[in-house]
């Protein structure tokens, strides 16, 4: 799988393991190609999710969230 390649379904957004959502999120967030990069949108539904897990303190969550592109980035 390529980096920035793979958008994670919600689902895995809000049940895998930080390590892997660590991997696959900042990819897509900032080595996607230009035609899967997320839009304003996409990324608050992430960061929402994130926020919603059992684990939304811990500080792999919580880096994960502060890691996220600001909105305006894309072309939403």
């Known amino acids: 799988m390529q ?3 793979y958008v994670p379904t ?3 957004v809000a049940t895998q393991k930080p ?3 660590t991997l696959i999120l900042l990819g897509w967030w900032w080595e996607s ?3 899967l990069v997320p839009t304003d949108e996409q990324v608050a ?3 929402a ?3 919603s897990r059992p684990d939304a303190g811990s500080w792999t969550i919580q880096q994960l969230i502060a890691q996220a ?3 305006g980035r894309s072309n939403s």
């Open 45 to 47: 539904e992430v960061i």
């Open 49 to 51: 999710i994130l926020r």
């Open 3 to 5: 980096d920035g390649c």
């Open 10 to 12: 919600r689902h895995e």
């Open 69 to 71: 592109p600001p909105p």
């Open 19 to 21: 390590f892997w959502l």
């Open 33 to 35: 190609p230009a035609e």
